[in-house]
């Protein structure tokens, strides 16, 4: 299951953005044994909270690592190029290596979940490429 601690670590495949913004469709709170977990668990940038660390400031981690994204998408607003998550499963692939229907499909699921701007402009699929 995809965590919000993934954005400490994932940048764009194109352009190398770091970090990836992240819009949620699903999540579920989930029970997660968090003895021992080092504070703050991001090294460099909080995707629950969208900021970058700060040394000293305390963070909610505990909290955190109990969501579990289950749907979402992740989005490189460099480049416009976006990706999803499917059932927990981050799907980062290269254009030519994904299943551009699979992602039309996606789209058109959540359009009511998804900014406008990623429906209308986001790479390598959008949904203004339908109608066209």
Wanted: net charge positive; aromatic share 12%; glycine share 6%.
């Amino acid at each position: 299951m995809m965590r919000y601690w993934g954005l400490d670590v994932l940048m764009c495949l194109y352009c190398k953005k770091f970090p990836l913004e992240l819009y949620v469709i699903e999540e579920e709170k989930q029970n997660v044994d968090v003895t021992g977990v080092e504070i703050p668990l991001c090294k460099s940038y909080c995707g629950y909270l969208r900021e970058n660390i700060i040394q000293g400031k305390e963070y909610p981690c505990y909290e955190c690592l109990k969501i579990g994204i289950k749907t979402a998408i992740l989005y490189c607003s460099n480049c416009k190029h976006w990706y999803p998550v499917r059932d927990g499963i981050i799907v980062m692939l290269v254009d030519n290596k994904r299943k551009l229907d699979k992602d039309r499909e996606f789209l058109e699921k959540y359009k009511d979940k998804i900014p406008e701007f990623i429906l209308r402009e986001g790479k390598p699929v959008n949904l203004s490429q339908i109608t066209q």
